[in-house]
């Protein structure tokens, strides 16, 4: 039932993101086309046989939200997350207020985004200079839905 009430706020947010103008190039759906996961240097590529991910994510004026679907072998599960964020050149941050995993509620996430055309990168985590920490960061690539 939780579930159901986060997914359901989920979809209120994003239907009030969408109902407003915008003036800024992340307002908007995009669609992630890419996931990699780097560990002590080892690189994880997250879209392969193994791995199946839909995803998309949507920003408006102050608020972010996700929406997804992960299948790993034959194990489904879903992941959500809604919050607010600032952005100041490529520093993005995150104030999560819901997440599928209750450990990030009431964190500050710390990304390094960078926008070409349709295409935006999301690095992270990150220092306050946009370097990501070289012991474990994530890439993920969206493209924006038209």
Same mark, same amino acid.
Request: avoid cysteine.
């Given at each position: 039932m939780k579930n159901v009430i986060c997914f359901g706020l989920i979809i209120i947010l994003m239907t009030l993101s969408c109902g407003k @103008?915008?003036?800024?190039?992340?307002?908007?759906?995009?669609?992630?086309?890419?996931?990699? %996961?780097?560990?002590?240097?080892?690189?994880?590529?997250?879209?392969?046989? %193994?791995?199946?991910?839909?995803?998309? @994510?949507?920003?408006?004026? @102050?608020?972010?939200?996700?929406?997804?679907?992960? %299948?790993?072998?034959?194990?489904?599960?879903? %992941?959500?997350?809604? #919050?607010?964020?600032?952005?100041? #050149?490529?520093?993005?941050?995150?104030?999560?207020?819901?997440?599928?995993d209750k450990t990030y509620e009431g964190r500050k996430n710390k990304i390094w985004l960078e926008i070409r055309n349709d295409t935006l990168l999301h690095i992270f985590p990150v220092d306050n200079t946009g370097k990501p920490d070289p012991r474990l960061n994530w890439t993920e690539k969206y493209l924006r839905i038209k």
């Open positions: @103008k915008v003036d800024q190039p992340l307002a908007g759906s995009w669609q992630m086309v890419q996931m990699q %996961r780097m560990e002590s240097g080892k690189v994880t590529n997250y879209f392969s046989e %193994r791995y199946a991910i839909d995803q998309i @994510k949507t920003w408006s004026d @102050k608020h972010f939200s996700f929406v997804g679907r992960y %299948r790993v072998d034959t194990i489904t599960s879903y %992941r959500f997350g809604v #919050g607010t964020f600032t952005l100041s #050149g490529n520093i993005y941050e995150e104030d999560i207020l819901y997440h599928f």
